[in-house]
Structures are given as C-alpha cells and as structure tokens.
C-alpha cells in the first residue's frame, strides 16, 4: 500500500490528451495525477466508423448516446482526476457490456467465440445493440461474426485495457482508488399501458452497496442534493459491467455509476443543449472537486 502522504506527492503524467482516432481519448491532470480518482464516459461517444452498417435513422440512433456527457465532466483532470472518454457509439458496440454478451441472433454465422447473453441483450441492449427503440431495429441485415470479432478487438478491448490502466495506476500510487462511471438517462420511464413516470435527477448505482464504501455513495448523494437535485440511489439503475468490474471495496477499489438526467441539461427531442447546460457543467464541476477531496482524505489518513 502507497504510504499515507502519497496524495501530496503527485504522480507525474503527461499533460496532452491521448487519443486513440475514433476509439478514446484518455485526459490526463496537467498537473499530475492529485487525486486517486478516475472519471470515464463510455456512452458518450458520437463517431460512427465507415463499416457500422446501420439501417436505423441517424437522428433516432443518436438517441442512445449518452449525449454531452464527456463535456459534464471535462473539468476532471483540473481536480487532479484522470478522464476516459469512449469515442464511438454505444450502438456500435458496449463498453459497459461484457464481451460474450452477445445476442447471436444477430449474425448471420455461427458465433466461433463463448457467448453469455443476458436479459439485456434478450432486449436488443446487448453487446451489440439489435434495437434503438423497441420498434426501431438497428440493422436491416445480419452481421458477420467477423465485423463483430472487429468491433470487439478495435473498440471494446482497448476501452476496457485503457480504463483498467488508469484505475491501477492510481491503486498502485495510492493504495486506493475511487472510479466514478458516468451516465445520462432519459427523463421519464415509460411503464406499462404507455404511462411515463418522471424520474429523479441523478441515480447513483452502487450493485446494491457492493461496489464502493457505502460512504462514498452517500457523500455524493448529500453533496448533489446539496446542490438542490433530487437524487435516487440504486432505483432503477444499479451499475453494470464496468462497475461490477472495478469495484472491489475490499481492495480499496471503489466504483460508483451515475446518470444525470437529460431534462437537466438538454432538450430530448431536438438533442440540443438547453439554457441549464452552463449550470449543470458548473455544478458538475464542484461535484467532482467535492469528490477529489474526500478521496484524498481517505488516503491521508
């Protein structure tokens, strides 16, 4: 374990964004690595590859993207955190799904590869997304397992490789590490018989308090409700792959996911940023300033 006065001895790093064309792009603290914190957006990317192939309307496949979320968040590196941002679309293919997550329904080939497909993907919301909406399929065609085994070597691998790189470093600097996995939702949920139920500001997701230190999910709760936002915790979102794969408690590996809702910050049908995004952005910012601080109590101490 780093020796209790390592949050004041910054971990060198290189200033400039490192950016993998289309993939990622990993934002370092200019000023070191200050905090053992690492922010990551994997579904607010907006670059669709050449080879994606969809059939979908542009403007109704867009609405899976975690939009602006990267921009929330960009002020991380300034607070001495290290940011992750996935580059291309969630409906390309998801960072926050297992690999063998696959609904093999979708190609037009035997899968060669394990395949564990779970309710999500039951839903069109696996791996590799079979719908944007439940009446709007992604494809018009069935895939082949190759552009699928390509989509998983060039975009989901190195996002997982990336993001496990700078959620150790920090461990190994720090002897602790806090990741917080960021989201968007829509702003209401649509029940049965068509009712919509508004939904509250943010949801943090915590697997049902077994991701991180149950301290770490209610300082950020008071901290946003602070701030005058409504918040849920675990209801309806509790986290999946990403927090179930770096949040270990036990080894002073905490991840906490949040979703921020859309209405706050941006106009959902014409997906468009709102008066409130400079707002939001500004609070945002104190956010993640509140939550560099509290991790680099925890490891003064």
């Known amino acids: 374990m780093a020796e209790t006065h390592a949050a004041y001895q910054p971990l060198p790093l290189p200033a400039a964004a490192l950016t993998v064309p289309g993939v990622l792009a990993r934002h370092e603290p200019p000023q070191g690595l200050t905090a053992p914190l690492v922010v990551d957006s994997p579904h607010s990317g907006r670059y669709y590859p050449d080879d994606f192939g969809y059939a979908a309307p542009l403007d109704i496949l867009r609405r899976a993207e975690d939009a602006f979320v990267d921009e929330l968040f960009a002020s991380a590196p300034r607070h001495g955190a290290a940011l992750l941002v996935a580059l291309f679309p969630r409906s390309y293919i998801d960072p926050n799904r297992h690999e063998h997550d696959l609904d093999t329904g979708l190609l037009g080939e035997p899968w060669p590869y394990p395949a564990r497909p779970s309710e999500r993907s039951a839903r069109g919301l696996g791996l590799v997304r079979r719908l944007v909406r439940r009446d709007v399929p992604v494809y018009d065609r069935l895939l082949s ?122 106009d959902e049908a014409s997906f468009e940023r709102n008066q409130n995004f400079p707002k939001l952005k500004r609070d945002l910012d104190a956010l993640v300033a509140a939550i560099a601080g509290f991790v680099r109590e925890r490891v003064a101490t």
Not at 176 to 198: D, E, I, K, Q, Y
Not at 232 to 256: D, I, M, Q, W, Y
Request: charged share 25%; glycine share 8%; hydrophobic share 40%.
């Open 145 to 266: 397992a190759a552009e699928v085994a390509a989509r998983i070597a060039r975009c989901h691998r190195p996002y997982h490789s990336a993001l496990a790189e700078l959620i150790g470093r920090a461990h190994r600097h720090f002897g602790a590490v806090w990741h917080l996995n960021c989201h968007s939702m829509r702003s209401h949920a649509r029940l049965s018989g068509g009712r919509r139920v508004p939904r509250a500001d943010f949801v943090l997701g915590d697997l049902d308090g077994t991701s991180c230190d149950p301290a770490f999910t209610r300082f950020v709760a008071e901290t946003l409700r602070g701030f005058g936002y409504s918040v849920a915790v675990n209801r309806p979102f509790k986290g999946a792959e990403l927090v179930r794969r770096h949040g270990r408690p036990a080894e002073r590996r905490h991840s906490l996911q949040i979703e921020v809702n859309r209405k706050l910050y941006m």
